[in-house]
């Protein structure tokens, strides 16, 4: 089970929460799902609002580690 908290700014007005944990539980480090994140952020922008410039998309993850414990 995997927990993190996304920091995030511009990115949910083009992404979905669900397109956001997709690419978060698909990347190998959060340092990659940022970035990834990030790039398809700008593009999503680009493509929704083509007439617009791009806001400042921003993505800091933090993912914790869930310990499990028998009883």
């Given at each position: 089970m995997h927990l993190f908290?996304?920091?995030?700014k511009a990115i949910w007005d083009v992404l979905s929460i669900k397109e956001v944990?997709?690419?978060i539980e698909s990347a190998p480090a959060c340092s990659?799902?940022?970035?990834?994140?990030?790039?398809t952020a700008v593009?999503?922008?680009?493509?929704?609002y083509p007439t617009s410039?791009?806001?400042?998309c921003a993505v800091v993850i933090i993912r914790f580690s869930v310990a499990t414990h028998e009883l």
């Open positions: 908290s996304i920091l995030a944990i997709d690419i990659s799902a940022a970035r990834t994140l990030v790039q593009r999503a922008w680009r493509y929704k410039k791009v806001d400042d």
